[in-house]
């Protein structure tokens, strides 16, 4: 019989592509990973991994094998919850993942607020971009993870339940000295000469839906530098270097050497969600953490504009 804890760390090292990093995930020696691994493989009655200079690599039994096992620890942890949930929402635990421009905004206000209705629930948050955050909500890793979609992509199709929390506009932000910058609204073909510093595409949509909205404007944009991180993207901009299109969650904190414009007409944006698996079951703490999370992303889509677009 497969033992559980060896096909998580199986999967672990999948994820990671090393002994050591997977070490490193699970608190573990490099030494228990590699003997974990050698455990699972006569179990399994096959190799599993092949190592190399450049780390390890599954093989087709090791490949079919992680392929179960997200399956497996998915069900484990869903069974867990619902043995939670046998007691009520006073005690156990929710699992959440979110992305950093979330985890300044939506999730501070929407865990205060659980943790002051259902003290006895044990709550936990990673931050994930999305591909990372959708990984975790299949191995089980954790229970509910926000996401972010562009909605020119249709609805997709990947074994997720999701709630739809708010959309998320983009502006333009312009070094405070730029010729466009006393503009109460930016036409964005009018930047279409403009060096441009954007989010990274293979981490979330935001680079997708800005190529999309310039096609729409007419240009192809001229991308000088893409960043994970929106607050040093603002440094690129506060010395010069370009301009940026940048969702309205990313702005709460503004520098004050760069503006911050709306766009003209329609503004471009992003559907934020929040997820959980297809399937999985809705605990009380579940079922109570969406309803916190709708009524948060409600507020903040209704607030009062920031000093930083007011002005």
């Not at 929402?89 to 959440?96: D, K, N, S, T, W």
């Not at 466009?180 to 060096?195: G, H, I, N, P």
């Not at 007419?218 to 960043?227: D, R, S, T, V």
């Amino acid at each position: 019989m497969l033992d559980v804890r060896r096909l998580r760390v199986l999967h672990e090292v999948a994820r990671r592509g090393s002994f050591s990093a997977a070490a490193e995930a699970l608190s573990y020696t490099q030494s228990a990973i590699s003997q974990q691994v050698a455990a699972l493989e006569r179990e399994a009655g096959s190799k599993l991994v092949e190592r190399s200079a450049r780390g390890v690599r599954l093989t087709d039994a090791g490949r079919a094998l992680v392929s179960h096992a997200e399956t497996i620890l998915a069900r484990l942890a869903d069974a867990e919850e619902e043995l939670q949930a046998i007691a009520g929402i006073r005690a156990g635990r929710l699992r959440l993942a979110a992305f950093p421009s979330s985890c300044a905004t939506l999730m501070p206000v929407a865990i205060a607020r659980f943790r002051a209705a259902h003290p006895g629930v044990e709550l936990s948050l990673e931050p994930h971009e999305p591909p990372e955050a959708m990984v975790a909500l299949r191995a089980g890793e954790v229970d509910l993870a926000l996401l972010i979609e562009s909605t020119h992509d249709g609805a997709p199709d990947d074994g997720f339940e999701r709630t739809t929390l708010l959309d998320d506009p983009f502006h333009v932000a312009l070094p405070a000295d730029h010729p466009l910058a006393d503009r109460e609204r930016v036409r964005l073909a009018d930047l279409a000469d403009e060096q441009w510093m954007i989010g990274s595409t293979a981490r979330c949509p935001d680079s997708r839906i800005f190529t999309r909205a310039c096609e729409g404007a007419g240009f192809e944009p001229n991308i000088a530098f893409q960043l994970d991180d929106y607050l040093a993207i603002q440094g690129f901009v506060a010395a010069g270097m370009g301009v940026s299109f940048m969702p309205e969650l990313a702005l709460v904190a503004v520098r004050d050497d760069i503006v911050v414009r709306p766009l003209t007409g329609r503004a471009p944006f992003r559907r934020i969600s929040v997820a959980m698996l297809e399937g999985s079951f809705r605990s009380p703490a579940k079922a109570a953490m969406l309803e916190v999370l709708c009524d948060v992303a409600a507020e903040f889509e209704t607030r009062p504009a920031t000093l930083a677009l007011a002005v």
